[in-house]
């Protein structure tokens, strides 16, 4: 639970790299996520290259760190022989949340950029990873070693909570 009580949006990052070991339990904690139907519709893009980074950091007007970070993971979806097709982004959700919680868990920090649903945003980052036409861009996630981390929110609402008895 503590990756869950302490995990925060990070975006900026030391110039440091990151061990393959830690991103490989990143992947597999990704590919550990509940799945509609077991469809697994995802596919990942670890990016490392310098020159693709500064490509994906202009995918809209929010992913600019991208730049400054030594990786990040691209999560796309297939969209062919799936049994329940309309489930594919919340199956990415899902896997995008343990990539986040796992990334903290590492002791490093990140963040899941917005690029589904936006048509443009998907054909840029598509575009930069020469992704075919069979997959569908669902997010960025840059991370490393932070170069800053602000203390999670407590954001727990008790009017939003509603019991039926």
């Known amino acids: 639970m503590d990756a869950i009580f302490s995990r ?3 975006r900026s990052y030391e110039e440091k790299p990151v061990e393959a070991s830690k991103i490989e339990k990143i992947l597999r904690a990704a590919m550990a996520a509940p799945s509609a139907m ?3 519709p995802w596919e990942f893009y670890v990016v490392t290259d310098k020159s693709v980074l500064q490509e994906l950091s202009k ?8 730049a400054g970070a030594p990786v990040a993971i691209v999560v796309c979806g297939r969209k062919e022989n799936l049994p329940v097709p309309d489930l ?4 990415l959700s899902l896997s995008t949340e343990n ?7 590492q002791g490093l920090g990140g963040v899941m950029l917005g690029i589904a649903p936006f048509a443009d945003r998907m054909e840029r980052v598509s575009r930069a990873l020469n992704l075919s036409e069979n997959l569908d861009v669902f997010t960025v996630v840059p991370f490393g070693y932070p170069a800053k981390k602000n203390p999670q929110q407590d ?11």
């Not at 995918?59 to 991208?66: D, F, H, K, L, Q």
């Not at 594919?88 to 199956?91: H, L, N, S």
Request: glycine letters at 2%; hydrophobic letters at 35%.
């Open 155 to 165: 954001r727990y609402d008790e009017s939003r909570v509603h019991y039926i008895k």
């Open 88 to 91: 594919v982004q919340v199956d």
């Open 59 to 66: 995918a809209s007007p929010y992913t600019g760190m991208v």
């Open 8 to 10: 925060t949006s990070v």
């Open 99 to 105: 990539i986040l919680l796992e990334i903290e868990e």
């Open 38 to 40: 077991n469809q697994q």
